[in-house]
């Protein structure tokens, strides 16, 4: 459970952050500020009991003393009465999953020791033991319908390969580390770091009274690919288990070709199911069995493709369509109790709904709102029960995170948890305005948002952070989002917007960047800074701009082509395209997906869209912030940059994080850190002006 330190505490350590930057302004008391990061909470992974009576959740907070995220399972009634923890302590307890008879649970966690391990608990008595000892921590655990056995993936570690041997090491003398032989192409993996000994991911099987886990697959491919996560589905019979793998020969460059496989619990015996050139994913089997649903589409190598819901035959037969009139991705797949349809999720325009689907096509939202409840992204997740109870994680530009119940003859919505009511009670959050506007390339409508600092008065003039998300096949929408109740906080209107490229506005809409990025994606974002000036509010000699990952592309892109910006704060960019596809973790699909071809062959294509091409126009001071381990977007593209601009005497400020992996989330001081450094720029520099 979180600790409650003193708020003298927590103010202190807060006060000490902020003096370290220097021209740090003073934010709001009524808005969201830094000291209320350390209180922050957020729910995740709901999972009803089979009757639809309870929940169980991760609640998860940061440690202000060990400076690290932490999270414990709690219960709590349907009708939001009982809510109380299971566990707690500094542990990272996940993944919850109910018995067939809702009389014992599982989970994952670390704590007995620091290898996560997999656990059992009896919910009358609160009994609880630990199932496994694995060298590497589990994923996807799954319980059988029968309760008899438990199925999870692991890495199963390979020894490094070796090229020579040195001389055996005198008794006590101190050698450096050996050698890292690196002979694959995907040998490190953004937030994993790197990979030369942990061999394969495999599938597991155990009894669920615990015992030794014996493994199903084999082979030198990941079952599933741990970049890409995946569910293990077991059949109504408790004889096999169904998931999505790659397992191509040349996998290691067609990451997407990925096929369902079926697993026999008895022998490990493995039918391919899908036989087709594109991702087949998130199998889910029918509950009387003859069905298999899943997801996804025929690979045309476009950067963004609709994620389509399928159902096909058992043994692979007779594959459908089941949304091929909805324009939208889908995903987290799971069939209704009685066999006639299918709960799925997608976003729509920024905001990611929660619906059913019937098996000849009917699809009928159900829920809005669902979201991780921290950033302006999609995600989150539901459960729903036999009884038709449903439950999923809530989140609004407002309302930060909690769960939300409601039943599918019902979907009147009844909010049950109150996590963050302890620090949001008594202030008043940034308000927020949902924005249409043309661009001022082709007369497009891009949708945005704008967020108010607290105590807002129109009257007054205000700077302006345009702020742009990453991906870039992602969408920003009407969800809360620490970073930007921050920026808000600290006196600045905020504009958020979906410029093309932006996914839940279509295909047509996500491809009109497609090999053309960043490029067009400027005139929309530079028009949403037109629509926000005209409103009248604005102070137009203080316009700032900051993003992250493919925001900070972007945000190079417009400080590239572009003078109005007092001052900017790029991200973890990619500068160089040349040289990411050529180091980053990603590398197969970036050149794949995102160009026509490799480098060499097409320079100038790569250098057209480099932001170096564009770096000796920039006048505006910018401040790069990136992870030393970040390996999606390696710290040698920022280094690039901010040797470009110093080259050019140019203002620029290079700040790193030392083992931090992209986004900087990992370590609370770290991601306040990144927060707090992009404030202090632009309080600096709108003192210069003063």
């Not at 996560?229 to 004889?239: H, V, Y």
């Amino acid at each position: 459970m979180k600790k409650n330190y003193p708020k003298a505490l927590i103010v202190c350590f807060i006060a000490g952050f902020v003096l370290s930057l220097s021209g740090l302004a003073q934010p709001s008391k009524n808005g969201f500020t830094s000291e209320d990061y350390f209180n922050f909470e957020w729910v995740s992974d709901p999972q009803l009991s089979p009757d639809g009576r309870s929940i169980i959740y991760v609640r998860n907070f940061a440690d202000i003393m060990t400076d690290m995220f932490y999270s414990n399972l709690w219960v709590i009634n349907f009708d939001g009465s009982g809510n109380r923890p299971l566990t707690s302590g500094l542990y990272h307890d996940n993944s919850p999953r109910w018995s067939p008879d809702g009389r014992t649970i599982i989970y994952v966690s670390d704590r007995e020791g620091k290898k996560p391990q997999i656990f059992k608990r009896w919910m009358d008595t609160g009994q609880t033991v630990v199932l496994t000892n694995l060298l590497f921590g589990p994923m996807g655990i799954s319980l059988s319908p029968d309760g008899k056995w438990i199925a999870f993936s692991a890495p199963v570690p390979a020894m490094p390969r070796t090229i020579t041997q040195l001389p055996p090491t005198p008794p006590g003398a101190q050698w450096a580390p050996p050698a890292k032989i690196i002979d694959k192409s995907i040998y490190r993996f953004d937030g994993m770091g790197y990979q030369v000994s942990m061999g394969y991911v495999h599938l597991f099987v155990m009894p669920a009274e615990g015992g030794t886990p014996r493994q199903l697959s084999q082979g030198n491919f990941h079952h599933p690919f741990p970049m890409f996560g995946g569910s293990l589905e077991w059949a109504p019979d408790s004889k096999s288990i169904v998931l999505s793998a790659n397992r191509q020969d040349d996998w290691e460059l067609d990451l997407m070709n990925s096929e369902i496989y079926e697993f026999a619990v008895a022998d490990g015996k493995m039918s391919t199911l899908t036989r087709r050139k594109g991702p087949d994913n998130s199998p889910t089997i029918s509950p009387d069995g003859q069905l298999i649903a899943y997801t996804g589409f025929d690979d045309r190598y476009q950067g963004y493709q609709i994620t389509q819901l399928y159902v096909m035959n058992r043994d692979g037969s007779n594959s459908r369509f089941l949304t091929e009139d909805l324009d939208r991705t889908v995903g987290q797949l799971q069939w209704a109790k009685d066999g006639k349809g299918l709960f799925f999720t997608y976003a729509d325009k920024g905001n990611t709904k929660l619906a059913h689907v019937t098996l000849d096509g009917k699809v009928k939202k159900l829920a809005d709102d669902m979201g991780d409840g921290r950033i302006a992204y999609g995600g989150g997740s539901y459960s729903v029960a036999a009884n038709g109870n449903l439950v999923y994680t809530l989140t609004r530009a407002d309302h930060a995170s909690d769960l939300a119940v409601a039943s599918v003859a019902d979907p009147k919505i009844n909010i049950i948890t109150s996590v963050n009511e302890d620090i949001f009670g008594h202030k008043k959050l940034g308000e927020v305005e949902e924005i249409w506007y043309e661009s001022s390339k082709d007369g497009r409508k891009i949708q945005g948002w704008i967020m108010k600092p607290a105590d807002f008065d129109p009257s007054k003039k205000y700077p302006l952070i345009l702020e742009i998300h990453g991906g870039p096949f992602a969408d920003y929408g009407s969800r809360f989002s620490i970073e930007k109740q921050l920026l808000a906080g600290a006196g600045y209107v905020v504009l958020y917007t979906n410029p093309r490229g932006s996914t839940s506005y279509g295909e047509e809409f996500g491809n009109l960047i497609h090999h053309a990025y960043p490029g067009d994606d400027f005139y929309d974002l530079d028009s949403g800074v037109d629509a926000v000036i005209a409103k009248g509010y604005i102070d137009q000699d203080h316009v700032y701009v900051t993003g992250g990952s493919g925001g900070g592309v972007l945000t190079c892109w417009m400080v590239g082509r572009s003078q109005r910006f007092r001052a900017a704060a790029s991200l973890y960019p990619v500068i160089n395209w040349y040289s990411w596809v050529l180091t980053a973790d990603m590398a197969p699909m970036g050149v794949k997906y995102w160009f026509p071809d490799y480098p060499w062959n097409i320079p100038d294509h790569y250098e057209k869209r480099s932001l170096l091409s564009v770096v000796g126009n920039v006048t505006t001071p910018t401040i790069i912030i990136t992870g030393e381990e970040d390996w999606r977007c390696p710290m040698s593209e920022s280094e690039q940059y901010y040797m470009a601009l110093k080259l050019q005497g140019k203002e620029a400020v290079l700040v790193r994080y030392p083992g931090a992996s992209h986004g900087i989330f990992s370590r609370p001081s770290q991601h306040l850190s990144k927060m707090l450094h992009i404030i202090a720029w632009f309080d600096q520099h709108k003192k210069k002006a003063e």
